[in-house]
């Protein structure tokens, strides 16, 4: 899933959930749940393409997301009143610390990571979750909206 996605689902948690560590671990629980659904974006790091290549397709992919994002955060935060800032920073980085190890690998290569980006790249690529651009697009599009209306 997108980074939007992971985040609206982190801010959804922390409106349930009052306490910091919890919200956190309730949004890493999220992030692999969402990351269980198929959402088509396998195509970014096509095993065509080479290391260079996929880097940037990651980064550009990421860099887009994380405007939509920051707009998103923001216009939540603006209109929702009486939120503990410290639950939702909780949840929401705890729904994105996954993928967050996943770009800090891609750039360092640390050994340290690598075990779990590989297993995190099973996840999403299980057998049968392939989708085309197009519906992983929808897929991602109607989950997103989903959790907004479950967050209005």
């Known amino acids: 899933m997108y980074l939007s996605v ?18 956190f671990a309730a949004g890493l629980l999220s992030h692999f749940v969402l990351d269980f659904i198929p959402h ?5 790091a096509d095993s065509a ?8 397709r990651l980064l550009g992919a990421a860099f887009l997301d ?3 994002l920051v707009i998103f955060l923001l216009i939540y935060l603006w209109t929702t009143p009486q ?7 909780a949840a929401v980085i705890g729904s994105l610390l996954p993928d967050a190890i996943n770009g800090f690998y891609l750039i360092t290569q640390a050994p340290l990571f690598k075990r779990y ?13 392939e989708l085309s651009w197009q519906k992983g697009i929808l897929v991602q599009g109607l989950t ?9």
Do not use: Y
Not at 49 to 56: C, E, L, P
Not at 117 to 129: D, M, S
Not at 144 to 152: D, N, S, T
């Open 49 to 56: 393409f080479t290391r260079a290549r996929i880097r940037r």
């Open 144 to 152: 997103f909206a989903a959790l907004w209306l479950l967050l209005i």
């Open 117 to 129: 980006v590989h297993w995190h790249a099973k996840l999403h690529n299980l057998p049968g979750h």
């Open 40 to 44: 088509g974006d396998e195509f970014l």
């Open 83 to 89: 939120l503990n800032l410290n639950v939702v920073a």
């Open 6 to 23: 992971h985040t609206a689902a982190g801010l959804g948690l922390a409106r349930v959930i009052p306490n910091p560590i919890a919200a």
């Open 66 to 68: 994380g405007i939509i």
